[in-house]
């Protein structure tokens, strides 16, 4: 170990929930340097004084860690690379904290960054110092499917063969790619951050589902496999329309993307002349059950991070949204909380300026606006 | 019998569900002469073959009819009261049938007449000849609680104590009330016919709890009880919201109306500290099961006819209905059906050209658009 102690990277994973936890003992039993930081000193006070994380699954063993600490300043202090592993919903708690401190050498990686993470991250840290040079990196999906058994305890039931990744700016991303390969060499480079922000499956899949079982999911505690009996013909002709509307959108903005129909087939190889039958015949979906309430990440982390930017992105694009409209509006009365108005928008992706489309991509290319183009109308 | 039949009133009952027999059985269990007409020959041959419809229930007995047709000319020819008893949806094509060869000193009864029913009957008659007065009375409600055991036999499980009814002109209700008062003793006059179709409750119990609860229906075939296990908190939250965009619109329009938690005291005796608790507490709501497919009035009628005229109502008022538009675009993808555009508009009631409320009132009142006013900007 000792000889190599200086080639190997260096981690902070922000963030000790399911997700978060696996990535910090999958790094530390592979023998690197990890810091894990919780905003909430009760979640990790039993690993802290381990000083460990335990796997099963598909990797068995102890990861020792460096660190466990919720102070944010000295878990990053250092690193090379900042796994932020939390909701979506406290991305802009932690880039607030992270941007003071962020040193221009470090990488930012968004485990993922739901529609328009990266984007937001960016705008907060250029808000504190506009001429610092960050990269950020924002993953598609989360590389793993796990679950905490109990602090300090993690299985893992699999891992992703490919998660794709993109740097803000997209200029950097084979750089990160190369640095991190020996690490997770399944992150492959994505075009740009519109294209890991609009190939946001989850956004379609998660608060849909939720939101027109309602009544069933709080009558029977969600005692119901979410995606088997939660999903019918008209659930999924609901799911249709709004990645319909996403779809409009990502071509809008020139990204590869694919609808969820053919993703399914592409992922886990399923098939069916319905997008319900697909769903239906996606083996890995069997035995899922449904939220217990409908106080869910399903909602309050995809409702204001992934289907507001998606609509934000649409009207700011000229493309209506309808019905994932109607979801926004069901999700905000249902949590008595305006999610339009709280959630990720075109302001907070720092994106208001740039009118075209062309614009945008510029920007999530090079990381700054054009100032030749600054208030030139087009 | 004989020496009363010249002072009897003479029916026409439009449709044979389970309203229209029931009425038409009622009202020829009474001694009035009935004829029931309905658009499909199929659901009225059995009935056209016995010439008559069995009562169980609250009545008892067997009301002989006068006839039974599928030709609308022949059942409304010379009849004092065309009682209107089939879904709102059907209203349009009615009208259109009815128009050409209604006489002025016949009423036309909509039971119930949804939202803006009395109003659309009115403007298509009027498209026909401007000049005819008719005389349409919207009721709030049916009469009776019943179901149709099979073509020709009716249970009729109970009988309101009061619906609500409007004459359009508003004008004319107690002339109306007056000459039913011995058939209808229940109906009592309200102001207009503004009250009676936004005192809409239907359009507030039927299509959420039925949209929130989607998958369960599908995936149990509506193997739940409606009110009880399907109206969750949630649900209720949203609920509350959409009758409170119809109370903006209702106390816009100055008619009496109340809450939907409020009805339900006034109504059933229902208490409780949420509205979800209310509806839980109303002992009329249990065993009463939730539709066993997507396919249900409850959508199909509900949506259409009630929430869309409160939305285009609301748009035209300048109040925002974002709840109930949102129910309105989950149901048109659910059916595959564009119900805003399709649905009952401010266009299809006749007031597109009255821009104030008090012109609106006055057209209410007076069945006629006050000439000295048209055209003049307020």
Known sequence: MEKNFYKKLSFAVIGAGNGGQAIAGYLALKGYSVNLYNRSIERIKDIKQKGYIDLEGCYNGRGILNLVTNNIERAIRNVDVIMVVSPASAHKF??????PIIAPNQYIVLNPGRTGGALEFKNII???????????????????????????KVKIFGKKNEVKVSALPATRTKEFTNIIKDVFPEFTPSINVLETSFNNIGAMLHPIPTILNCGRIENTHGNFQYYIDGITPSIARVIEEADYERLLIAKKLKVNTISLMEWLNYTYGAKGNTLCEALNNTKGYHGIFAPSTMETRYIYEDVPQSLVPISDMGRHLGINTPTIDSIIQLASIIHNTDYYRYGRKITDMGLDRLSTVDEIINYVVKGEIDSSNEGVVA
Chains 1, 2 share one sequence.
């Open 94 to 99: 932690l880039a607030n904290k992270i941007a």
């Open 126 to 152: 250029a808000k504190y110092n506009p001429v610092k040079e960050v990269c950020i990196i924002e993953a598609q999906t989360l590389l793993f499917a796990c679950r905490s058994l109990y602090n300090g």
